[in-house]
């Protein structure tokens, strides 16, 4: 799928080819509780009103169960974000994630093809290991600290907050947050693709900007087979009527290979299949 920050229709391809219809069914079964039904309310009762972010919550949350399953995991990892308020232009890298201890090794695709950075929880005092390819390969290897401004030019958050796994969390705490308010709009999208995997997404959004709204409508890609949490998008508030929201957030995690049975050896610098020196 292709985005761009000044589409007049901001939904992606995919949506516009998937049937755009709520939830039905046996994937309505899945959220819990029908909207509007208390959860063990008395026969007869008066079923309390249920706000409409509680099933869309009940499926974040299947999600993160899901992945808690998981040791490790390897995927292609793109991104697009919006920092100090420029869109950047999408990255790809090839990712591996070991959740215990937390380990990351990402390997530039485009754009800074050859880039490798390494992350291990508890080693190198806290530090990234990094290197570049062509004339600034010759700085080598250099030890950054994840929250420094140079290890974050390009990106909204460290290294240490990489994986889906904080992508779920984030969307669970944001819309646990939103169900203190009215003002929320849930659609879900049962039919959607991404590539190859299909999809359901769920998708909230506000009506008007609120201090206690950070975004003006977020999705969150569940794929059908593992109910892994695949894609999140985040769009701001548009700043004049009749605007698109502008994309703030995109991550995406595809052609994945879970407990792939990743070892130190895959996020020490001395692999001899990686570029360190």
Same mark, same amino acid.
Not at 137 to 158: D, Q
Not at 230 to 256: D, K
């Given at each position: 799928?292709?985005?761009?920050?000044? !589409?007049?229709?901001? !939904?992606?391809?995919?949506f516009?080819? /998937?049937? #755009? @219809?709520?939830?039905?069914?046996?994937? &309505?079964?899945?959220?819990?509780? /029908?909207?509007?039904?208390?959860?063990?309310?008395?026969?007869?009762?008066?079923?309390?009103?249920?706000?409409?972010?509680v099933p869309? #919550?009940?499926?974040?949350?299947?999600?993160?169960?899901? #992945?808690?399953?998981?040791?490790? +995991?390897? /995927? @292609?990892?793109?991104r697009?974000?919006?920092?100090?308020?420029?869109?950047?232009?999408?990255?790809?890298?090839? &990712?591996?994630?070991?959740?215990q201890?937390?380990?990351?090794?990402?390997?530039?695709?485009?754009?800074?093809?050859?880039?490798?950075?390494? +992350? &291990?929880?508890?080693?190198?005092?806290?530090?990234?290991?990094?290197?570049?390819?062509?004339?600034?390969?010759?700085?080598?290897? &250099?030890?950054?600290?994840?929250?420094?401004?140079?290890?974050?030019?390009?990106?909204?958050?460290?290294?240490?907050?990489?994986?889906?796994?904080?992508?779920?969390?984030?969307?669970?705490?944001?819309?646990?947050?939103e169900?203190?308010?009215?003002?929320?709009? @849930?659609?879900?999208?049962?039919?959607?693709?991404?590539?190859?995997?299909?999809c +359901?997404?769920?998708?909230?959004?506000?009506?008007?900007?609120?201090?206690?709204?950070?975004?003006?409508?977020? !999705?969150?890609?569940?794929?059908?087979?593992?109910?892994?949490?695949? !894609?999140?998008?985040?769009?701001?508030?548009?700043?004049?009527?009749?605007?698109?929201?502008?994309?703030?957030?995109?991550?995406? +995690?595809?052609? #994945?290979?879970?407990?792939?049975?990743?070892t130190?050896?895959?996020?020490?610098?001395?692999?001899?299949?990686?570029?360190?020196?």
């Amino acid at each position: 799928m292709r985005h761009t920050d000044g !589409r007049s229709d901001s !939904r992606p391809a995919a949506f516009r080819r /998937a049937v #755009l @219809v709520p939830f039905l069914g046996a994937l &309505v079964a899945m959220a819990g509780p /029908a909207l509007g039904e208390e959860p063990g309310a008395a026969a007869g009762s008066t079923p309390a009103p249920q706000h409409p972010l509680v099933p869309a #919550l009940d499926h974040a949350r299947a999600a993160r169960e899901a #992945l808690d399953d998981a040791k490790d +995991y390897q /995927a @292609v990892f793109s991104r697009r974000e919006r920092v100090k308020g420029r869109l950047g232009e999408p990255q790809t890298m090839q &990712v591996k994630i070991r959740h215990q201890p937390f380990s990351v090794y990402l390997k530039f695709v485009r754009p800074h093809e050859g880039r490798e950075v390494i +992350y &291990v929880e508890g080693k190198n005092d806290g530090h990234l290991l990094a290197h570049e390819t062509g004339i600034r390969a010759l700085a080598g290897t &250099v030890k950054l600290l994840p929250t420094s401004e140079r290890a974050m030019a390009e990106s909204r958050f460290p290294i240490t907050m990489m994986g889906m796994r904080t992508l779920v969390d984030a969307i669970v705490s944001q819309w646990e947050q939103e169900t203190q308010f009215g003002e929320t709009d @849930v659609k879900y999208y049962p039919n959607a693709k991404l590539g190859e995997m299909e999809c +359901y997404v769920i998708e909230s959004s506000h009506p008007q900007p609120r201090k206690q709204f950070k975004f003006q409508l977020t !999705r969150l890609y569940i794929e059908k087979t593992t109910r892994l949490p695949v !894609r999140v998008e985040q769009y701001g508030f548009p700043t004049r009527a009749g605007e698109a929201p502008p994309l703030m957030e995109e991550y995406t +995690y595809s052609n #994945l290979r879970v407990d792939s049975g990743l070892t130190d050896v895959d996020f020490d610098p001395s692999n001899r299949n990686y570029g360190f020196d």
